[in-house]
């Protein structure tokens, strides 16, 4: 990964995180500290992304975090809201160019879940009492569908694009597990914990039946 000063001194704060080292480890980033979290080892995974844009400063991750919550928490959240919103465009786009009817319907009914699910992520971020913005703005990361992908998947039709688009949908549902777990594990919040859960087993079918319509 690919690293200048200010992506070094976010990290540096970031690694008091355990969902975040984890996250690091797969080649992205968030924000949120638990000041009480004993530090954590980082692995970086060669070849991952870097960031496209400039991080945030340090010190704007150091937030007061609400009773309830811990750094953990807010990271997951202020990953998934992205991730799902993000892959919006993705699962339209196989209704507008794929070929394959079951892949659609698939598509589809990704999509509803994809919505609702940004709902109960949305109202928890606003239950810390920080901001709604998307921190990873910009940011090229594991599982996060980015405007290069839309435009990559843009510049294919039919059968090309059932394949490349089966590959990008199969990364982000698995991605979203293992942030899941990653929750699940160190998170503090229980409302958050039991959301995390829930998708975990969500995106466990999903893949499922991914797999049943193309095969990876």
């Known amino acids: 990964m690919r690293a200048d000063g200010p992506a070094r001194a976010w990290r540096a704060v970031l690694l008091t995180v355990p969902l975040l080292a984890a996250l690091l480890s797969a080649g992205c980033g968030g924000t949120g500290t638990d000041p009480a979290a004993p530090p954590s080892p980082a692995a970086t995974a060669p070849g991952s992304p870097a960031a496209s844009a400039p991080a945030p400063s340090p ?10 919550f811990n750094g953990t928490d807010v990271a997951w959240l202020q990953l998934m809201i992205p991730m799902d919103g993000q892959t919006l465009a993705l699962l339209d786009m196989a209704r507008a160019r794929g070929t394959d009817t079951a892949l659609k319907r698939l598509a589809t009914r990704i999509k509803d879940s994809h919505t609702a699910e940004l709902t109960g992520l ?22 996060m569908v980015n405007a290069d992908d839309l435009a990559e998947l843009g510049r294919t039709a ?9 590959r990008r949908l199969r ?7 293992t942030v899941a777990r990653g929750e ?12 995390a859960a829930a998708i975990e087993r969500l995106r466990a079918t999903q893949r499922a039946d991914l797999d049943g319509v193309t095969r990876p």
């Open 171 to 177: 990364e982000h549902l698995d991605q979203s597990v």
């Open 122 to 143: 949305r109202r928890l971020l606003a239950r810390t009492g920080l901001p709604s913005t998307n921190v990873h703005e910009g940011h090229s990361m594991p599982g």
């Open 158 to 166: 039919g059968a090309e694009f059932d394949r490349r688009f089966a």
């Open 59 to 68: 010190a704007a991750a150091v937030a007061t975090i609400p009773p309830g």
């Open 184 to 195: 699940q594990a160190s998170g503090l919040n229980r409302d958050t914990k039991r959301l």
